[in-house]
């Protein structure tokens, strides 16, 4: 842990701290081990203690509210860009995986597929827009 040198009556001494434990210090002077009893407070560790408190909780808290399907699927943007084609238009009926337009984003071309099938009700965007990720692009039933 820790080195001291001492020097008493004109003796020098290699003092290494070993080990703390309790009130009992584990000392090697000049290669010779010896167990020393600590008098007096032993110090604490500096680290603080985390205590969790317990979370109250009102009625209906921290249950999973279900919402109902309305049968829509949205597909959103991937990642932020710019729509450069558009493959698909309303009341075509996609197929999952279908390539439904392409956009650029960090300057390369993306296509953009749907991961459920079914019929193309709203295209929310047209060429040239630029769009943020998870903007609603398409709108399927």
């Known amino acids: ?3 001291y040198k001492f020097t008493i009556r004109g003796n020098d001494y290699d003092v290494h701290l070993k080990d703390i ?4 210090a584990e000392l090697d002077v000049n290669g010779t081990i010896y167990e020393v009893k600590i008098h007096g407070e032993v110090k604490t ?3 603080p203690t985390l205590v969790r408190k317990p979370v109250e909780q009102l009625p ?3 249950q999973i509210k279900k919402t109902p399907t309305t049968g829509k699927h949205k597909v959103t943007a991937p990642l932020p860009g710019t729509i450069l084609k558009i493959n ?3 009341g075509d009926v996609v197929t999952e995986g279908q390539n439904l337009m392409i956009m650029e984003a960090m300057k ?3 296509q953009v597929q749907t991961t459920k099938g079914g019929e193309v009700t709203a295209i929310k965007v047209n060429v040239g827009d630029s769009v943020l990720q998870d903007d ?3 709108e399927l039933a």
């Open 45 to 47: 560790t500096k680290t």
């Open 108 to 110: 390369m071309e993306n």
């Open 88 to 90: 698909v238009s309303v």
């Open 21 to 24: 434990e309790d009130n009992i």
């Open 136 to 138: 609603v692009l398409i």
């Open 1 to 3: 842990m820790k080195k």
């Open 60 to 62: 209906g808290e921290g």
